[in-house]
């Protein structure tokens, strides 16, 4: 089976793919979503974007970047502290 390559542009991108993409480390995933959360508040600020839609946007980002932050740094979703299984 070969690798397909992703054909998603950047504007498809959704906050919630960027924060479940397989291909993109931790970090790139939290620089494209503070990327896209830069854009949406030059937006606002230039007066171009609905304050409902604004909001909800915000959310989305917000949710997806917690969501990414829980992540451990390798990419996992699980978390070792401090313990080690035994045999």
Sequence with gaps: ??????????????????AEHGSFSRQEKLDRLNEMKFDLERQTGR?????EQVEQRMASL????????????????SAALGRTPSA
């Excluded at 070969?2 to 960027?18: S, V």
């Excluded at 007066?47 to 304050?51: E, K, N, P, Q, V």
């Excluded at 949710?63 to 390798?74: L, Q």
Aim: aromatic share 2%.
């Design 1 to 18: 089976m070969t690798n397909k390559p992703d054909l998603m542009t950047e504007k498809d991108f959704t906050p919630e793919t960027i």
């Design 47 to 51: 007066g171009t974007a609905d304050l």
């Design 62 to 77: 917000n949710i997806a970047i917690s969501k990414v932050k829980r992540e451990s740094a390798d990419g996992a979703d």
